[in-house]
């Protein structure tokens, strides 16, 4: 069994930045994609971005220029990196991995991430 492990939300003040991490159980080169999502406040959970272990990646329109995915394999995990926040990416984030196109994937805990005005 997979298990994922989100770390570094917090509280920034807009035009700051945040580092999110998710730390794999296993090796994180068995993932087919990793993925960073978010939920705001009484609204439907998101995609903020993407990486294949092809090495492509994708943003969501709202972060781009902004957030930066990454994958560490020294540490078996993959990161987020946030610059320049605003208020409306306050959110909790969430990371998925799925190991295979064709099977269902693992989700981490989620991690409060605020950004104040």
């Known amino acids: 069994q997979v298990q994922l492990v989100e770390s570094g939300g917090g509280l920034v003040q807009a035009g700051g930045s945040l580092r999110l991490s998710c730390a794999a159980s296993?090796?994180?080169?068995?993932?087919?994609?990793m993925n960073w999502y978010r939920q705001p406040p009484g609204k439907q959970r998101e995609l903020v971005a993407t990486?294949?272990?092809?090495?492509?990646?994708t943003y969501g329109e709202p972060v781009k220029g902004r957030f930066s995915i990454s994958r560490d394999n020294a540490k078996n995990s993959w990161d987020l990196q946030m610059n320049s926040l605003k208020p409306e990416d306050t959110a909790v984030y969430f990371c998925?991995?799925?190991?295979?196109?064709?099977?269902?994937?693992?989700w981490g805990q989620g991690t409060q991430v605020t950004v104040s005005s």
């Open positions: 990486l294949t272990s092809g090495g492509r990646i």
């Open positions: 998925y991995g799925n190991l295979s196109p064709y099977a269902g994937g693992y």
């Open positions: 296993g090796d994180v080169r068995q993932f087919f994609t």
